[in-house]
């Protein structure tokens, strides 16, 4: 009997522990909002929620690239805009300046126009982004264009610009080049338009020299039309990604909360169901404990 009552005390004892460490990690879990307290009670959730911080330490990232390249890409367009609008003025200017009927005073004005014209694309060409460095040009901070005292223009741009990543394998440049949006297979745009605006000025008396230059006027319309499709094509993609990105951020942190968070609802019944017990199974023990021989024997 003694051995019977030993055995009964043990297996109480042991039963209450059993049921306080449950309701201990129960409560813990409620508190925290937490499945585990350590990456060691799971190893193998652990290497996966490290493996999903890395994951959102590169979604970050990616992010601000294609947060930052969305915006130089948007501006880049607009902009364009604004030189294809300008080039298409410097085309009818041209027409214009071709037709035989005009007098030199005529074409002389038109000559003032189209240096405007020619002023008005280098400060588009030269046009800062947000962080004040030239949109076309550039990391150094110097102008994209830089007209020189000959009359001839540089394009202080490199023949390309870097591209940032904006997924794993996946990179995109945020913006174009000077010299890409000016220099066509007809030439140097600018330097087209100021020798035209010069000659007209001057006194051209046939406006041969407008019509010498017209198919180079429309390649070089053609050109800015064909850069600005291909930063269109790259705001396209941009935002693709970003809608992807969104789309696996939001899975990979449902996958992270279903792995890591507490389920409050199911762990507060639990918690319950295991405190009615442990009360119980308490209860029990203290009335086991109070008994004696002489009292169990009687």
């Known amino acids: 009997m003694q051995i019977s009552s030993s055995l009964m005390f043990d297996r109480s004892a042991s039963r209450m522990g059993t049921l306080m460490a449950i309701a201990a990690k129960l409560q813990t879990q409620i508190a925290t909002g937490k499945k585990m307290t350590s990456p060691s ?3 193998a959730v652990g290497q996966q929620l490290a493996e999903f ?5 590169d979604a970050a990232a990616y992010t601000s690239n294609m947060n930052m390249s969305a915006s130089m890409l948007s501006q880049a367009d607009t902009t364009l805009d604004s030189i294809v609008t300008q080039m298409q003025r410097a085309t009818e200017l041209t027409v214009r300046a071709g037709n035989g009927s005009l007098s030199v005073q005529d074409r002389q004005v038109i000559g003032d126009e189209l240096k405007a014209v020619v002023d008005t694309l280098i400060g588009l060409g030269n046009v800062s982004d947000s962080n004040g460095r030239a949109l076309f040009g ?10 020189n005292a000959d009359g001839t223009f540089t394009y202080n741009t490199a023949p390309s610009l870097s591209e940032v990543p904006i997924a794993d394998n996946m990179s995109i440049q945020p913006t174009e080049t000077a010299a890409r949006v000016f220099q066509s297979p007809a030439g140097d745009t600018l330097s087209i338009l100021s020798q035209l605006a010069a000659s007209l000025q001057a006194g051209d008396t046939t406006g041969e020299s407008a019509r010498n230059v017209l198919d180079k006027v429309n390649t070089a319309t053609d050109q800015v039309s064909i ?6 094509a790259r705001a396209a993609r941009v935002e693709l990604q970003q809608t992807l990105q969104e789309n696996i951020s939001a899975d990979r942190e449902e996958l992270r909360s279903s792995l890591e968070d507490t389920d409050l609802t199911s762990a507060a019944a639990e918690f319950a169901k295991t405190m009615t ?17 002489f ?4």
């Open 41 to 43: 009670e799971d190893v």
């Open 138 to 147: 550039s990391a150094s901070g110097t102008p994209a264009i830089t007209k």
């Open 227 to 232: 850069v600005q499709s291909s930063v269109g």
């Open 295 to 298: 009292s169990y024997l009687r």
């Open 53 to 57: 911080d890395r994951k959102n330490i």
């Open 277 to 293: 017990i442990l009360n119980a199974t308490q209860s029990s023990f203290s009335k086991l404990s109070q008994l004696s021989l």
